[in-house]
């Protein structure tokens, strides 16, 4: 978490931009300004994290029924709640 409150500051300073990878759709939308999901190597959606990480996209790239709702920072937090 540090790193990335770190990486964060620096990409606020507006002199540069950093790309990530990351795997944990919880903490990836608290980071980014831009979510690019994808599915089976191929982009599924992209933009800001509120219109990427929507239930129907969790069934759809993951095939997991999930809640979405807004963490504290108003930013999309998943609450997975059965395969399907």
């Known amino acids: 978490m540090e790193v990335l409150k770190i990486i964060g500051k620096i ?9 990530m990878a990351m795997h944990d ?5 608290r980071f980014s300004d831009r979510i690019v999901l994808l599915k089976e190597g191929e ?6 994290p509120k219109s ?6 969790i069934r759809s790239v993951y095939g997991v029924e999930a809640i ?10 998943i609450i997975p709640l059965r395969a399907i």
């Open 68 to 77: 979405v709702e807004d963490n504290d920072g108003g930013r999309p937090h």
């Open 43 to 48: 982009v599924y959606d992209a933009g800001d």
């Open 52 to 57: 990427v990480i929507t239930p129907e996209s």
């Open 11 to 19: 990409v606020k300073g507006g002199e540069v931009s950093a790309l």
């Open 25 to 29: 759709l919880n903490l990836a939308p």
